[in-house]
T-cell receptor, first 115, second 118 residues
Framework: GEDVEQSLFLSVREGDSSVINCTYT??????LYWYKQEPGAGLQLLTY?????DMKQDQRLTVLLNKKDKHLSLRIADTQTGDSAIYFC???????????????FGKGTKLSVIP | DTAVSQTPKYLVTQMGNDKSIKCEQN?????MYWYKQDSKKFLKIMFS???????INETVPNRFSPKSPDKAHLNLHINSLELGDSAVYFC?????????????????FGPGTRLTVL
């Protein structure tokens, strides 16, 4: 079945760049997502990338997709203490447009930003 | 004004009971979702509804059933509760699931309902 893997923890110093990595197994993935969950809160969709793209940039966020290796990364430039959260990678596959698809989340990477 | 609300916030119950968690959104969104997050923060989407149609049903036990009386509500019914059902359940909504890419519309999450099964 589909599987999404992430490392569980990452620590960076404030002002440095953070890179959160994710690997997935389903080659039919159409969209890949990054969600952020702050302590005690629900999820917030940060960004997404379509599978025919290699890179997407949105302000401090850069998403890189290596479809051959099934590897997705999220780079946060100039990491701030407010970026401390759990980041979930997710993929959607088998999208038919007719309401038949699966959304699979990774286990989440806890980012700790050291002042 | 609360955008997505859930009740109750905390629910403690015995194994074998049947319980419901309610969710309401006042954003006029077309799509609502239920997510389960366990104690290790593992997150799983359970259901989503668009215009009263179930459009994703992950492999969750059929003891779980979503009920949508209208576009603004998506309630979660759980029968014969088990210890493993203990988790935080999040409700969410988004504008429109079908107008473009799936799950690319911003989702607005409720505060979560912490379910503890004893």
């Amino acid at each position: 079945g589909e599987d999404v893997e992430q490392s569980l923890f990452l620590s960076v110093r404030e002002g440095d760049s953070s890179v959160i990595n994710c690997t997935y197994t389903d080659s039919s993935s159409t969209y890949l997502y990054w969600y952020k969950q702050e302590p005690g809160a629900g999820l917030q969709l940060l960004t997404y990338i379509f599978s025919n793209m290699d890179m997407k940039q949105d302000q401090r966020l850069t998403v890189l997709l290596n479809k051959k290796d099934k590897h997705l990364s999220l780079r946060i430039a100039d990491t701030q203490t407010g970026d401390s959260a759990i980041y979930f990678c997710a993929e959607i596959s088998s999208y038919s447009g007719a309401g038949s698809y699966q959304l699979t989340f990774g286990k989440g990477t806890k980012l700790s930003v050291i002042p | 004004d609360t955008a997505v609300s859930q009740t109750p916030k905390y629910l403690v119950t015995q194994m074998g009971n049947d319980k419901s968690i309610k969710c309401e959104q006042n954003l006029g969104h077309d799509t609502m979702y239920w997510y389960k997050q366990d104690s290790k923060k593992f997150l799983k989407i359970m259901f989503s509804y668009n215009n009263k149609e179930l459009i994703i049903n992950e492999t969750v036990p059929n003891r779980f059933s979503p009920k949508s009386p209208d576009k603004a509500h998506l309630n979660l019914h759980i029968n014969s509760l088990e210890l493993g059902d203990s988790a935080v359940y999040f409700c969410a909504s988004s504008q429109d699931l079908t107008s473009g890419s799936p799950f690319t519309d911003t989702q607005y999450f409720g505060p979560g309902t912490r379910l503890t099964v004893l």
